[in-house]
């Protein structure tokens, strides 16, 4: 299986830049997701990042390096409408199904 | 709207109830899964299919849990004789089995909220 750490919470202000930062532990790693998810809504597919590298969308970055079992999402120009959870998922090659297996998530709140 | 949706959004019931969930997938996908997530949490694997085939189940997923796909369309999840831990917000999910990266990115439903009382 997979552990996977990320911080609780996390604030920042409008127009600034957030990183977020997860790392997993698992043999099996075959990628990694990072969804959004507002309070009491369904998790939004944001970045799949499966080779080392960074991976541009926008105002969203989604960073990995699988040797150092690390990911991080980076989030420019805030707005108040990113203030939502972010949660990192790693996707497991041992279960041919993908599943995927979540963090906690890391609650952004962004300030005016 | 073509994303994945279930079906119902809210359901308050009573301890002992059965209740039951419907989900229907983004159209061209052969792949359902359901997750649950409770508060300050992630979202916790139950089950997946791959067409009608019920592929793999988490131990998460008791003997009061039964899920479906007869048609390899939509899906329904079970639960029986209800308990007050099974209140939780019920996420199920879809991908399709192309080649490439993109293949293998899971879209999540808007979710059915259980409540038990």
């Known amino acids: 299986g997979q552990n996977i750490d990320q911080p609780t919470e996390m604030t920042a202000t409008e127009g600034a830049i957030v990183q977020i930062n997860c790392t997993y532990q698992t043999s099996g790693f075959n990628g990694l997701f990072w969804y959004q998810q507002h309070a009491g809504e369904a998790p939004t597919f944001l970045s799949y990042?499966?080779?080392?590298g960074l991976e541009e969308k926008g105002r969203f970055s989604s960073f990995l390096s699988r040797s150092k079992g690390y990911s991080y999402l980076l989030l420019k120009e805030l707005q108040m409408k990113d203030s939502a959870s972010y949660l990192c998922?790693?996707?497991?090659?041992?279960?041919?199904?993908?599943?995927?297996?979540f963090g906690r998530g890391t609650q952004l709140t962004v300030w005016p | 709207d073509t994303g994945v949706s279930q079906d119902p959004r809210h359901k308050i019931t009573k301890r002992g109830q059965n209740v039951t969930f419907r989900c229907d997938p983004i159209?061209?996908?052969?792949?359902l899964y359901w997750y649950r997530q409770t508060l300050g949490q992630g979202p916790e694997f139950l089950t997946y299919?791959?067409?009608?085939?019920?592929?793999?189940k988490s131990r998460l997923l008791s003997d009061r849990f039964s899920a479906e796909r007869p048609k390899g369309s939509f899906s329904t999840l079970e639960i029986q004789r209800t308990e007050q831990g099974d209140s939780a917000m019920y996420l199920c999910a879809s991908s399709s089995q192309n080649s490439g990266r993109t293949g293998n990115t899971i879209y999540f439903g808007e979710g059915s909220w259980l409540t038990v009382v």
């Open positions: 159209s061209e996908h052969n792949r």
């Open positions: 990042n499966v080779l080392d």
């Open positions: 299919f791959q067409n009608e085939a019920q592929l793999e």
């Open positions: 998922a790693g996707f497991d090659r041992g279960s041919t199904l993908g599943r995927l297996y």
